[in-house]
């Protein structure tokens, strides 16, 4: 049998779930889906999408979430040489890649993507990403394009959800026990 890859999250999978189609209010299951394969394994994000998500508000539902919910291990440190390494060559590649202008280059330095793609590399994994890819992009540097450029495989966060095959029942009895 073959190992199953991890999945590693960016940023926006966790911004725009708690946005749009799994707010909290709407589909607990999400947030619940997320952690129950983070024990297993399978989903993980690094330290620096924990960083740019703690940028929100304290009192945020999805910042009190990463602060009080999300198991230790959750966030992988990105501080070792290979990842350094990887890191180093991504942005070395996006430096000197006349095809971005360098507003899209500052901005990508300044970001998690770069550390998404290196980790991902380095640790054999799929970063999950709303992202779309456009290789012809002067203005943003995006995750699917850096990933293409890396030999690094990603998904959106649908994809991801049906290979974890994740279910977010809802039955009609069991709510109306809960609202009674």
Same mark, same amino acid.
């Given at each position: ?8 999250l960016d ?8 946005n ?7 589909c607990p299951?999400f947030?619940e889906?997320?952690?129950h394969h983070?024990r297993a394994?399978?989903?993980?994000s690094?330290?620096q999408?924990?960083?740019?998500? $703690? @940028?929100g508000?304290?009192?945020?539902d999805l910042?009190?979430?990463v602060? !009080?919910?999300?198991?230790?291990g959750?966030? &992988?440190?990105?501080?070792?040489k ?6 180093e ?6 430096q000197r ?7 899209a ?6 970001e998690?993507?770069?550390w998404?793609?290196a980790?991902a590399?380095v640790h ?7 992202e779309?890819?456009?290789p012809n992009s002067?203005?943003r540097? $995006? @995750?699917?394009?850096?990933c ?5 495989k990603?998904? !959106?966060t649908f994809?991801m959800?049906?290979e &974890?095959k994740?279910r977010?029942d809802?039955k009609?009895?069991?709510h ?5």
């Amino acid at each position: 049998m073959s190992r199953k890859l991890p999945f590693y999250l960016d940023s926006d999978v966790f911004i725009a779930a708690k946005n749009t189609y799994y707010a909290f209010s709407i589909c607990p299951g999400f947030w619940e889906c997320l952690i129950h394969h983070h024990r297993a394994g399978r989903v993980f994000s690094i330290d620096q999408v924990q960083r740019e998500l $703690l @940028l929100g508000r304290e009192t945020e539902d999805l910042v009190q979430w990463v602060k !009080n919910d999300l198991p230790a291990g959750f966030f &992988l440190q990105t501080n070792d040489k290979e990842v350094k390494d990887a890191y180093e060559e991504i942005m070395l590649w996006v430096q000197r890649n006349p095809q971005y202008e360098d507003a899209a280059k500052a901005k990508f330095a300044t970001e998690a993507d770069g550390w998404l793609v290196a980790y991902a590399r380095v640790h054999l994994g799929i970063v999950v990403t709303n992202e779309q890819p456009r290789p012809n992009s002067k203005s943003r540097i $995006l @995750l699917p394009d850096v990933c293409a450029q890396f030999g690094v495989k990603y998904h !959106n966060t649908f994809v991801m959800l049906k290979e &974890l095959k994740a279910r977010f029942d809802w039955k009609e009895e069991a709510h109306a026990r809960r609202s009674s």
